[in-house]
């Protein structure tokens, strides 16, 4: 009766030859006889045996896979725009990363600061289960990523910036500091100077870039800051409609002309609020957005955004981390990405003559409201 389970050295007596022998007909090695192949396969065959993938890994042996670890602030189960850009991520990494003959393991993080998923990441890369890891979404500063760089893995990250952090095995690549920016001067185009913000999280590098961009806009076009017009929703389409939710509530002051959001999953929740409160969008207020997600274009109206080529970023950040895989580079690795406007239906020009502006009483700078909190 056959054992359920039989390892190598049981296929070496079967066959009649040494455990290195079966090794090289695993790996497919040219030095050896075709008969003797032709047997140990056909022991392999008849035994269903499959190689011990945990002892290819011990022996140094590359596992032909990447690590792909996503942060998500998804909180409910309801369907957003993350989730449509977070399946496109997914799907375009596993495609580049095959036609290069590479598996992609995914690892879904809902709590950054859990220990616990701290461990699971540092497993994977300690077991060698992968050859190295590719980060999207997490905060500037994570403790698992410079831990597996120090360790000399070879890791790949979407949207960091630490100074002085420029080794050869941390392939970064980074949306440009001046997308907010451009969206200021959009509306400050179309007459609006009334603009209220929907700023991302800043404990991750691109929600500090955006806020410090939007200030230094404001600043340069002589618009002042209301205080209750700077709203925080994280990323996260549902903080965002709580946050405008909240601003409706302890409302005390007149109607912002336009609403500039730092993605357009915010700016949909920030819709989602004006539509319940009774204004129409662009008629009574503008909104505009960044990234131009799937979504945007069916919205009603249609959003404005500035379109981020995500499958840019996605396609030089994976060849690179396998890239570095294969040969370690002897200079980092760092780029960056712009962004395009794309012009719909969700803002409107108004007579700038019109356009109220913020009381001193009311203002507030740069220096006092950005928090910079990105170590």
Same mark, same amino acid.
């Given at each position: 009766?056959?054992?359920?389970?039989?390892?190598?050295?049981?296929?070496?007596?079967?066959?009649?030859?040494?455990?290195?022998?079966?090794?090289?007909?695993?790996?497919?090695?040219?030095?050896?006889?075709?008969?003797?192949?032709?047997?140990?396969?056909?022991?392999?065959?008849?035994?269903?045996?499959?190689?011990?993938?945990?002892?290819?890994?011990?022996?140094?042996?590359?596992?032909?896979?990447?690590?792909?670890?996503?942060?998500?602030?998804?909180?409910?189960?309801?369907?957003?725009?993350?989730?449509?850009?977070?399946?496109?991520?997914?799907?375009?990494?596993?495609?580049?990363?095959?036609?290069?003959?590479?598996?992609?393991?995914?690892?879904?993080?809902?709590?950054?600061?859990?220990?616990?998923?701290?461990?699971?990441?540092?497993?994977?890369?300690?077991?060698?289960?992968?050859?190295?890891?590719?980060?999207?979404?997490?905060?500037?500063?994570?403790?698992?990523?410079?831990?597996?760089?120090?360790?000399?893995?070879?890791?790949?990250?979407?949207?960091?910036?630490?100074?002085?952090?420029?080794?050869?095995?941390?392939?970064?690549?980074?949306?440009?500091?001046?997308?907010?920016?451009?969206?200021? +001067?959009?509306?400050?185009?179309?007459?609006?100077?009334?603009?209220? *913000? $929907?700023? @991302?999280?800043? !404990?991750?590098? &691109?929600?500090?870039?955006?806020?410090?961009?939007?200030?230094?806009?404001?600043?340069?076009?002589?618009?002042?800051?209301?205080?209750?017009?700077?709203?925080?929703?994280?990323?996260?389409?549902?903080?965002?409609?709580?946050?405008?939710?909240?601003?409706?509530?302890?409302?005390?002051?007149?109607?912002?002309?336009?609403?500039?959001?730092?993605?357009?999953?915010?700016?949909?929740?920030?819709?989602?609020?004006?539509?319940?409160?009774?204004?129409?969008?662009?008629?009574?207020?503008?909104?505009?957005?960044?990234?131009?997600?799937?979504?945007?274009?069916?919205?009603?109206?249609?959003?404005?955004?500035?379109?981020?080529?995500?499958?840019?970023?996605?396609?030089?950040?994976?060849?690179?981390?396998?890239?570095?895989?294969?040969?370690?580079? +002897?200079?980092?690795?760092?780029?960056?990405?712009?962004?395009?406007? *794309? $012009?719909? @239906?969700?803002? !409107?020009?108004? &007579?700038?003559?019109?356009?109220?502006?913020?009381?001193?009483?009311?203002?507030?700078?740069?220096?006092?409201?950005?928090?910079?909190?990105?170590?």
């Amino acid at each position: 009766m056959r054992e359920k389970r039989i390892n190598s050295e049981e296929i070496a007596r079967l066959a009649g030859v040494s455990r290195s022998t079966v090794s090289r007909v695993i790996n497919n090695c040219k030095n050896v006889h075709p008969k003797t192949r032709e047997r140990v396969l056909k022991i392999i065959g008849e035994y269903s045996y499959a190689p011990d993938f945990s002892a290819q890994m011990l022996a140094g042996k590359p596992s032909n896979t990447i690590g792909l670890f996503f942060a998500s602030n998804r909180s409910s189960n309801q369907i957003s725009a993350e989730d449509l850009l977070v399946n496109f991520m997914i799907e375009r990494i596993i495609e580049i990363a095959s036609d290069y003959d590479y598996f992609v393991l995914t690892k879904m993080i809902h709590d950054v600061h859990s220990e616990q998923n701290h461990m699971k990441i540092r497993e994977m890369f300690v077991q060698r289960r992968i050859d190295g890891g590719i980060f999207v979404g997490f905060p500037n500063y994570y403790a698992p990523i410079e831990e597996m760089v120090a360790s000399n893995y070879v890791v790949g990250i979407m949207d960091q910036n630490i100074p002085g952090r420029n080794e050869t095995n941390r392939i970064i690549v980074n949306f440009d500091d001046d997308t907010m920016e451009r969206a200021v +001067e959009y509306l400050y185009q179309l007459g609006h100077r009334d603009i209220m *913000v $929907v700023l @991302g999280d800043h !404990r991750r590098f &691109n929600g500090v870039q955006k806020e410090q961009a939007f200030y230094r806009a404001m600043d340069r076009l002589g618009l002042k800051v209301r205080k209750d017009w700077v709203l925080r929703g994280y990323f996260n389409r549902n903080i965002a409609y709580s946050e405008m939710e909240g601003f409706f509530r302890y409302r005390h002051s007149r109607m912002p002309t336009a609403v500039v959001c730092a993605c357009d999953d915010m700016a949909y929740g920030v819709m989602d609020s004006l539509y319940e409160h009774g204004f129409r969008i662009p008629d009574d207020i503008s909104v505009l957005g960044v990234d131009d997600s799937f979504m945007s274009r069916y919205t009603k109206p249609p959003l404005t955004t500035f379109r981020v080529d995500f499958e840019a970023m996605l396609k030089n950040l994976t060849e690179n981390v396998i890239a570095c895989i294969q040969k370690p580079f +002897e200079t980092p690795c760092r780029m960056t990405f712009g962004s395009t406007l *794309v $012009v719909r @239906g969700s803002c !409107r020009a108004i &007579n700038a003559g019109t356009a109220g502006i913020a009381g001193e009483e009311d203002s507030v700078t740069a220096e006092e409201n950005i928090e910079v909190n990105i170590m």
